[in-house]
């Protein structure tokens, strides 16, 4: 893996990301010699990706002295927060691109786009661009029922729709089937989806307020 990290790096970049090479590669050098002041070497070798990276943003806060504490507590969080939700797409199958997603569909990226703006596909804002989940999709269409659903949540940001989809559970007949897993197996018919959309409905009402 690391001849094949090394051959992709030896790859001319543009200059715009080589400019942002430098800028990483500089803050890496310093942040991997204050990690080595602290004696944090030896557990950020053994941590994950996501982990070294929270490692790095804390670690970057800290050498920050215009950075207040409470503000430092705020970013912390948040990062905290993504790191979480990144894993938990991981878990649920994780993401793809809009070209990816356009391929799985037979459609072009256009068409994703526009399916996006009205409020008929998930993503989530990842790494500076959109990034599709893969639950919602089921083989090459997107899940049955799956649009209408998005569109009762309405404008409630990706996380708050992922949630509702992924960790609400409130099927007396199957405890541990959440929405999206319910409209794989039984799509739009039956009580199932008159549930779900009682469900969606409240969900709106009780997180406005």
Do not use: W
Request: proline letters at 2%; charged letters at 30%.
């Amino acid at each position: 893996m690391t001849s094949t990290i090394q051959k992709e790096c030896r790859k001319p970049l543009p200059a715009e990301q080589m400019a942002v090479f430098d800028r990483l590669s500089n803050l890496a050098v310093e942040l991997v010699a204050k990690l080595a002041e602290k004696k944090q070497l030896t557990t950020a070798r053994n941590m994950t990706d996501n982990e070294l990276a929270k490692l790095f943003f804390e670690t970057q806060l800290d050498r920050s002295s215009e950075i207040s504490p409470r503000e430092k507590r705020k970013m912390d969080h948040l990062n905290e927060s993504a790191v979480k939700f990144a894993e938990r797409l991981k878990r649920l199958g994780g993401t793809c691109r809009a070209s990816k997603a356009a391929e799985i569909l037979g459609v072009r990226r256009q068409t994703i786009n526009n399916r996006l703006k009205a409020k008929k596909l998930l993503a989530v804002h990842i790494g500076g661009e959109s990034k599709f989940p893969i639950f919602q999709f089921d083989g090459n269409r997107v899940v049955d029922g799956l649009e209408e659903v998005l569109l009762l949540l309405g404008d409630f940001s990706p996380v708050t729709k992922t949630s509702f989809l992924t960790g609400m559970y409130f099927f007396d007949d199957e405890e541990n089937l959440n929405v999206v897993d319910a409209l794989k197996k039984y799509g739009t018919a039956g009580g199932h989806m008159k549930e779900i959309r009682k469900q969606a409905a409240l969900f709106g009402h009780q997180t406005s307020h």
